[in-house]
């Protein structure tokens, strides 16, 4: 609450300071928690903790500078002004916000922490964002979309790369580019990480001093001046990521065609097999995708761990990932034949791969079944991206179009497709070089 003006106990800058970190603490609360989503007043209450925080920020201007901070609206903009003296000479300064008038006349920025000599740190600001990243949002028609697994990986990030680092301890107006810059020479020196690594501690990093501009703490993000290149890594591993081949395939399939029962799990991965899409895509299929007239199968969800009351949950996204948009796949002969077994079994449930409840079967379980089957035939277990990634090196073996490629797999653009071919070195067949070189 702002001061009565009926007390004449006088208010110091670190009481001012205090309350103002209150009053945004509620008023951040307000904005993001679903529990207050839903109160048609409450961009009354936030308009209101605006206008107590603005002369709360008046006060202690006023009683660093000994002077009146003048507000004077005008149609299309509010200026504040202050008379100063200097060299002299009377001096009428204006700005459109309490917040750049303290910059001009004091020559800093106005400080945002609980007391008035301090500003908030690089670790308090991450704080913040985590926890907007681990409240749900509630949008217009009071639908909720709860956080998805990204909120907690995020926390994972800065807990590994710059949580026990000097950087986080330091007050985030203070920050520079060259602060930035020798975080990262620390973090790197020892070149324990790779490029994807450094790609994520950059990543998380620049997401937080963007939260900051975006409570209006800073103005600038200094980790965008960053140069890529020049961040020493670790060496590239030589191991070659598993993928499937065609004979690991042949071998699995015959196997699996051979048990006598099949099941929704010995079914689940014979399609497996023939398919290239993520693992959280084939498994959301429902029937309603299915064509069995036209010969096609329609991508256009995907399954997906969320975070609900603390806890990661299976859910279906009903979207895919990023800004990829729905695709058409035809359907195999053999594809399809064993989508019309499944429809045997599951054809009066949602989804086509349903053992239980009212969800697909899950990742885990359909590995567990990948590495009992492969153990009783005597070949290496793979996961389930494997055949994602074998797909897609074959297909550039066999000098498919990228840009087929690129669209059967769901990729938004190449570079994450190229990015599965990068250990596949095959070149191109005598008959290809016959054809293109004579």
Not at 52 to 74: F, M
Not at 143 to 169: C, E, F, H, L, M
Request: charged residues 25%; aromatic residues 8%.
């Amino acid at each position: 609450m702002i001061q009565n003006a009926k007390d004449t106990t006088p208010i110091s800058q670190r009481d001012i300071f205090e309350q103002i970190k209150v009053l945004n603490s509620k008023k951040l609360r307000l904005e993001t928690d679903a529990d207050y989503a839903t109160i048609n007043s409450v961009g009354v209450v936030i308009e209101d903790l605006e206008k107590q925080i603005l002369q709360l920020k008046i006060q202690a201007i006023e009683k660093e500078l000994g002077k009146k901070i003048t507000t004077v609206k005008k149609p299309n903009k509010t200026l504040y002004l202050v008379s100063i003296t200097k060299d002299g000479k009377r001096k009428q300064i204006s700005a459109t916000s309490v917040e750049a008038l303290y910059q001009k006349v004091i020559g800093r920025m106005l400080p945002v922490a609980d007391t008035y000599n301090s500003t908030v740190s690089v670790q308090d600001v991450f704080n913040l964002f985590s926890e907007h990243n681990h409240t749900p949002i509630v949008d217009n028609d009071g639908s909720v979309t709860y956080p998805t697994s990204t909120a907690r990986r995020k926390d994972q990030y800065w807990n590994k790369y710059w949580a026990g680092d000097v950087i986080s301890t330091l007050p985030i107006q203070t920050v520079i580019s060259g602060d930035i810059i020798d975080a990262f020479k620390r973090l790197t020196a020892s070149r324990k990480y790779n490029a994807r690594q450094i790609d994520q501690a950059k990543s998380v990093l620049k997401q937080t001093f963007d939260y900051a501009i975006w409570q209006k703490i800073i103005t600038i993000n200094p980790v965008i001046s960053l140069p890529n290149n020049m961040c020493p890594k670790k060496a590239k591993s030589m191991n070659k990521k598993k993928a499937t081949s065609k004979d690991w395939r042949c071998s699995l399939e015959n196997h699996l065609k051979a048990l006598p029962k099949q099941t929704v799990y010995s079914l689940a991965i014979r399609f497996w097999l023939t398919s290239m899409q993520r693992v959280g895509e084939w498994l959301a299929i429902t029937w309603d995708d299915v064509d069995f007239e036209k010969e096609t199968l329609t991508i256009k969800h995907s399954l997906s761990k969320r975070e609900v009351d603390g806890k990661l949950v299976v859910v279906d996204d009903e979207h895919l990932k990023a800004d990829e948009v729905a695709r058409e796949i035809p359907l195999t002969d053999k594809a399809k034949n064993i989508l019309k077994e499944l429809y045997l079994i599951n054809g009066q449930k949602k989804y086509v791969f349903n053992s239980k409840g009212n969800l697909p079967i899950s990742t885990n379980r359909v590995n567990e079944h990948i590495k009992m089957y492969c153990k009783d035939i005597g070949i290496e277990p793979m996961s389930t991206h494997a055949q994602r990634r074998g797909a897609i090196q074959e297909a550039y073996s066999m000098q498919m179009g990228e840009d087929q490629i690129r669209v059967t797999a769901g990729h938004a653009d190449s570079t994450m497709t190229r990015y599965y071919n990068r250990q596949n070195n095959r070149t191109l067949s005598k008959e290809n070089l016959e054809t293109l070189l004579g």
